[in-house]
């Protein structure tokens, strides 16, 4: 079970409605899953997730969809399931109207991690 989130967190999570709001707290729980003492905090007004001091993913949510940033170029097979959710370069975003992706969000988050050595 993971822990509750920052005071922060919640206040950010709680101020969207319920069904974004899940979305929001199922990409935090895949996130957390895949950052080892993932540190949550706001940065730049958004949920981040912080791995050895440094940011790991950032996520928000909007009126249409949601996003994760900064989500890096990869190589191989996970950057062609990432492109066609790029919305610019080290973005990527989720509509809301179509099922969370949601083994594509874990390795996502998985591969920032290994990118940075696991710190």
Not at 33 to 48: F, K, L, T
Not at 95 to 112: F, N, T, Y
């Amino acid at each position: 079970m993971t822990a509750a989130p920052p005071p922060e967190i919640e206040a950010y999570l709680a101020g969207f409605p319920d069904d974004v709001s899940a979305r929001l707290r199922t990409v935090r729980a895949l996130v957390l899953a895949e950052v080892p003492g993932g540190e949550e905090r706001i940065r730049y007004g958004m949920p981040a997730v912080m791995l050895g001091g440094r940011y790991a993913i950032h996520y928000a949510g909007w009126k249409k969809h949601l996003g994760l940033y900064p989500v890096p170029r990869f190589d191989g097979g996970l950057e062609l399931d990432v492109e066609p959710y790029r919305s610019s370069k080290d973005t990527v975003n989720f509509k809301h109207s179509e099922p969370l992706p949601e083994d594509l969000v874990s390795r996502i988050a998985g591969a920032v991690v290994e990118m940075r050595g696991g710190e």
